[in-house]
């Protein structure tokens, strides 16, 4: 083989060989993005669902027996509760209990 033709099919394979690398360069900052954007997807979720978020709204989480409540039905005139605000915590206990039919 010639001196220029085999210098020639040496700089035709580095050529292919830097095509490859910038694909792969490409394919792997790609990739990252993509990751990256599904990661930051998954943590508004999991921020949307934390309990404690509601309680930066304006919200409090009620808590009896160190239980949440969820229905006035379970708790009772008298009964001590905590109530759970964003910058802290009050006890309270219970007059009375009304109920909402519409809900």
Known sequence: MRPGRLARRINERMQRLAEHDD????????????ERSALAELR????????LAILERGYCIVEAGGRVVRSAASLAPGERVTIRMMDGRAVAVVEETTYDEDL
């Open 44 to 51: 508004a979720n999991l921020e949307g669902k934390n309990p």
């Open 23 to 34: 694909l792969l360069r490409r394919a792997a900052v790609a990739r990252v993005q993509r």
